[in-house]
């Protein structure tokens, strides 16, 4: 067995241009590999009708990539320490690129699906190993920017999927929304490799941890797949989502039991006994939760409700990501002299109040009324991501770097499944309710109701058209204020999450301390 990672001396860090090249290949390694979760999403109606298959059968292309994905990210510091990150990250980036190519040139649906489940086992690992990349090979003084560029690319790139899908898919055809990550991966594994493969991590061969593996790969895949599957299944109505949520909770309870107890477990659980770790990865699940559920419904309301385009709706979505490009690197240049529980809670106050503020909106809401609380929301977005990253990490080896961005990662990428789930379904049922609500006052009876139906009879029309009329007029008001509800819900976690930050303890300002001088 190799020398402990501990009883290596550290690497002497980067500078210049090679740290500039690194930080470009990487930055562009994980933009892609984060761009794919959401690009996909636009292009579902013209993938499904060039496949032959129903769109419902069409989102198995999104499904597949997320599972996979999700079942690969806990180890990724298991397979870090096996291999060498740096060997690691290159061969999933390589896996990831070969799988883009066989999902452009898919010809069928099966063919596709496979394609997007060794996708996204390629990207498993990817955004981990990434950060562990960087952080190792930066300066000390400089990690602070290093997790910040970082965080941007993850962070912005799920924002830009569905544009970037939407143009490539109306302008092109849908197989390019895979092939525009050939280039950029093979760029990003040249230079990664050239630069680090020198500088590899030590390799520590364990026993392969089997039974945890089964048990993650059971659990976590059936917990993915009822989450992707449940809302268009009618839940727990369903036989299926019954059978897989007890599947899951069995496989995961005892997950967690074996893992605790395992001399070489395969996911590092004993680093939730570590209290930062706990409070940051705690903190960015649940905000995950709340933003990404303001994420999906938003889009949903503009293109289903208002009748926005997909293209209009991402351009509207879009405005989130600007101030969260600017601020990123200002954060991090500073990291060490904030408050960083401070800036959180700041981050959650902007969530809060851009939350509560989409809550007011009207169906009749311009695109201009619509944009500006999306463009503040982004200030809050490095204040939120950047600081957590810092705060779960502080404290831990460079070693541990691996395993503990990737638990956090899968525990943020659970969270968003969650939240897509919950809040879809709450909209929904929201929705209904509030339609049922406003029907009892659209009557015979009802003076209003009456007058426009009569109004309408006057200049010719049917009076069953007018009635037409007015329940899609009740619908759009219900399905309005069922968004609305949902954005109020996400107001009330944002503000819950507050006092959780600041059961963190400082200090935060050794991430990976022994990485670099």
């Known amino acids: 067995m190799a020398a402990s990672p501990e009883q290596r001396p550290p690497l002497p860090p980067l500078h210049g241009a090679p740290l500039a090249l690194l930080t470009v290949a990487i930055a562009f390694a994980t933009f892609m590999e984060v761009l794919d979760i959401t690009i ?7 993938i499904a009708g060039s496949l032959g298959v129903s769109p419902q059968e069409g989102t198995w292309a999104i499904s597949s990539y997320s599972l996979a994905s999700a079942i690969m990210q806990p180890i ?3 397979i870090g320490r096996q291999f060498g990150e740096v060997r690691a990250f290159c061969v999933s980036a390589l896996l990831f690129v070969l799988c883009s190519t066989l999902c452009g040139m898919a010809t069928s649906m099966p063919m596709l699906v496979v394609g997007r489940l060794l996708q996204g086992a390629g990207s498993g690992p990817m955004v981990a190993l990434s950060l562990s990349l960087l952080l190792n090979n930066y300066p000390i003084d400089k990690k602070g920017l290093a997790l910040a560029l970082w965080a941007m690319t993850v962070v912005v790139a799920p924002i830009f999927g569905p544009i970037l899908g939407g143009y490539l898919t109306d302008n092109y055809s849908w197989p ?3 092939y525009i990550n050939v280039p950029v991966g093979l760029l990003a594994i040249v230079i990664t490799w050239s630069l680090l493969h020198k500088r590899e991590s030590v390799i520590v061969k364990t026993p ?4 945890g593996l089964v048990l993650l790969v059971l659990g976590v895949g059936c917990l993915q797949f009822m989450l992707d599957n449940g809302n268009d299944k009618d839940w727990f109505s369903s036989q299926l989502i019954v059978v897989l949520a007890i599947i899951a909770v069995v496989c995961l309870t005892f997950f967690i039991a074996w893992e605790l ?23 960015m699940s649940f905000g995950m939760f709340g933003f990404f559920g303001i994420n999906v419904v938003y889009p ?7 009748g926005y385009t997909a293209s209009w709706a991402g351009l509207a979505t879009a405005p989130v990501g600007i101030l969260a490009f600017l601020v990123s690197p200002i954060i991090g240049r500073n990291i060490q002299k904030l408050e960083l529980r401070s800036v959180v809670t700041f ?7 851009t939350s509560y503020w ?6 009749n809401a311009s695109f201009d009324q619509l944009i500006w609380p999306r463009f503040i929301m982004g200030i809050g977005i490095p204040c939120f991501f950047i600081p957590l990253n810092q705060v779960f990490l502080s404290g831990l080896e460079p070693h541990q770097i691996g395993s503990a961005s990737g638990l956090a990662n899968f525990c943020r990428t659970i969270a968003a499944s969650i939240s897509t789930a919950v809040s879809v379904t709450l909209w929904q049922h929201r929705g209904e309710y509030h339609h049922a609500v406003l029907a009892e006052h659209v009557n015979g009876a009802s003076a209003a109701a009456t007058g426009f139906v009569d109004g309408l009879s006057a200049l010719g029309g049917p009076a069953e058209r007018a009635w037409s009329i007015i329940d899609s007029i009740v619908t759009r008001q219900a399905f309005t204020l069922a968004v609305n509800d949902v954005f109020l819900l996400c107001t009330a976690l944002f503000l819950a999450m507050i006092p959780v930050v600041w059961f963190a303890k400082p200090p935060f300002g050794n991430v990976a301390a022994g990485a670099g001088h």
Not at 208 to 211: A, E, G, L, Q, W
Not at 347 to 353: G, L, P, R, S, T
Not at 358 to 363: H, I, K, L, N, Y
């Open 208 to 211: 392969v941890d089997t039974v």
């Open 347 to 353: 981050a959650f106050i902007v969530f809060a109040v």
């Open 261 to 283: 107890m395992e001399e070489h477990p395969i996911v590092d659980l004993s680093l939730f006994r570590k209290r930062n770790f706990l409070v940051g990865v705690a903190a």
């Open 358 to 363: 989409f809550a007011s909106f009207p169906d």
């Open 76 to 78: 990724s510091g298991w």
């Open 40 to 46: 996909v999403n636009v292009s579902v109606p013209h």
């Open 176 to 178: 390019w929304i895979f």
């Open 300 to 306: 949903l309301w503009l293109q289903t409700v208002l």
